[in-house]
């Protein structure tokens, strides 16, 4: 079994910075996408960015120039440095992995979400 610890969220002003860290552990072989969704209050849940094993990464536009996505294959981690907050970027923030075992070609992983506030 796969477990996704997220850590980093909490509540900032509009304009401040969190970062946010989430680390997979368990029986490993290796990990392909890595990546951030987020679901404000009566909305979906969305794509904020996602890196792949290559290190290519995708944004979601509401966060381009401002978030960004970065891995650490040692540790099997994933970050997301989100700069400039806006009123617009609160909601609870997961994140996802797709996991190759010892015993699954493939599987998805999800984090058990963290709360990010961003205050106007």
């Known amino acids: 079994q796969v477990q996704l610890v997220e850590s980093g969220g909490g509540l900032v002003q509009a304009g401040g910075s969190l970062r946010l860290s989430c680390a997979a552990s368990?029986?490993?072989?290796?990990?392909?996408?890595m990546g951030w969704y987020r679901q404000a209050p009566g909305k979906q849940r969305e794509l904020v960015a996602g890196i792949t094993s290559g290190g290519t990464t995708n944004y979601a536009d509401s966060v381009k120039g401002r978030f960004t996505i970065s891995r650490d294959n040692a540790k099997n981690t994933v970050y997301l440095q989100m700069n400039s907050l806006k009123a617009e970027d609160t909601g609870v923030y997961y994140c996802?992995?797709?996991?190759?075992?010892?015993?699954?070609?493939?599987?998805?992983?999800w984090g058990q979400g963290t709360q990010v506030t961003v205050s106007s």
């Open positions: 996802n992995m797709v996991v190759r075992t010892d015993t699954v070609f493939r599987n998805t992983y």
């Open positions: 368990g029986r490993i072989f290796s990990i392909a996408s």
